[in-house]
């Protein structure tokens, strides 16, 4: 063997005091406040598009729905119900099983009614006025 021998030494003690936790401290807002506001816009996002409320629908709607069920489905039911909210026809199950629940999206806002509404020249023209 050789009696010149180098013996290398690698120090990894940091001499500097800096640690992983020390190094990213102060950028760590740079990293953890987008990240919140990216998470808490993502959750908005999905609360308006997924989040539902019942839709109101008339007995006579339901009824409809269920004959359509029936004939798309060639369900043999004979009876259906109504599915009631709050004293309103939301939607109708089926003697099969079958279960249809009108919901929309939470903001979707219901049509406008106009309260006084204008007749347009279109109207005026194609409207037969008995003559004097």
């Given at each position: ?27 760590q807002y ?77 903001i ?25």
């Amino acid at each position: 063997m050789s009696e010149n021998r180098h013996i290398v030494s690698v120090d990894n003690t940091n001499t500097h005091g800096e640690n992983m936790f020390d190094m990213l401290s102060p950028n760590q807002y740079l990293i953890i406040v987008p990240t919140v506001w990216t998470c808490f816009a993502i959750y908005l996002a999905w609360y308006f598009a997924k989040a539902k409320r019942y839709s109101p629908l008339t007995p006579s709607e339901a009824r409809q729905l269920w004959a359509f069920h029936k004939h798309e489905t060639n369900c043999n039911g004979r009876k259906w119900r109504q599915l009631k909210r709050r004293k309103q026809t939301v939607g109708f199950e089926c003697e099969c099983g079958y279960k249809h629940v009108q919901k929309r999206p939470m903001i979707a806002h219901t049509p406008a009614t106009l309260n006084n509404p204008q007749v347009s020249a279109f109207d005026k023209l194609h409207t037969s006025y008995k003559s004097a």
